[in-house]
């Protein structure tokens, strides 16, 4: 059975810079929509030329013998999916606007999608799309990242810090360190091990999470089998404070 998988959003939202990297990793067939425009020299974007590109999208992977499909296009129009039927969908909803108003307004949100991609980080979004059909397995030999912390609670921050390391490594190890109620620290592990799995939850066989003992020194006597790396952070990410939304929650009533 072959397999369309439609990445879809605002011109502008990075489509096709995912749609091939992920054709690449799944060895698919591409279809680029202003590819193929070119190729029949169709530059109508009425709502008849967009139902007729759409058309040439659907015959072309009924072509194809190929086991997986990727085609990038805005799909504004709800025919679009009814014509396609995409098996997997992925939005962009990395910009509000496009470059083309009159796309722009006829462009709605989609109702049904798989994946919603939210930053234009294609190393980064790739791995979930690969990872639906290629079903990555966890493997304890494998190079992976560590991450070592309180998570009281998992931020912004620290998502940021996963993505990186995940993008470097492949796969993170998640220790959590066991420090409920010592000091300002008012979530048991099993909220934060929640709270994980919810911020990360398109990333679920890439990681593993484990309570630590409140371990707060790393002692080495020589050069070891790893590397001690620093994740260059941006200043928006840099300064959110763990303590700072601690405090919002605690007016908001939703901790002690």
Not at 16 to 23: F, I, N
Not at 50 to 56: E, G, K, L, P, S
Not at 135 to 153: H, V
Not at 182 to 191: L, M, T, V
Request: glycine content about 6%.
């Amino acid at each position: 059975m072959k397999t369309r998988i439609l990445i879809m959003g605002l011109p502008g939202s990075g489509k096709t810079t995912l749609a091939k990297k992920v054709a690449l990793e799944l060895k698919a067939d591409w279809l680029n929509a202003d590819k193929i425009r070119g190729n029949y020299n169709d530059w109508d974007f009425s709502k008849e030329g967009i139902i007729r590109q759409v058309q040439r999208m659907k015959l072309l992977a009924d072509k194809s013998k190929n086991k997986f499909i990727v085609a990038d296009f805005v799909c504004p129009l709800k025919k679009q999916m009814e014509i396609f039927k995409p098996h997997y969908v992925v939005w962009m909803d990395t910009i509000k606007k496009g470059r083309y108003p009159s796309m722009n307004k006829i462009f709605k949100s989609p109702k049904r999608f798989d994946l919603k991609v939210t930053s234009k980080d294609a190393n980064l979004w790739k791995i979930p799309i690969v990872d639906k059909f290629k079903k990555y397995k966890w493997n304890n030999k494998s190079e992976t990242g560590q991450m070592l912390g309180r998570f009281q609670p998992f931020h912004k921050g620290h998502k940021h810090i996963f993505y990186e390391i995940l993008k470097k490594k492949g796969q993170v190890f998640i220790m959590v360190k066991d420090v409920y109620k010592i000091g300002d620290n008012p979530f048991k592990f099993k909220d934060i091990n929640l709270m994980i799995k919810k911020e990360i939850k398109n990333f679920i066989s890439r990681f593993k999470i484990v309570k630590a003992p409140n371990i707060t020194n790393v002692y080495h006597g020589r050069t070891v089998g790893y590397k001690w790396t620093k994740i260059n952070l941006p200043k928006d990410i840099i300064n959110i404070s763990g303590t700072k939304i601690r405090s919002a929650l605690r007016r908001k009533g939703e901790i002690n």
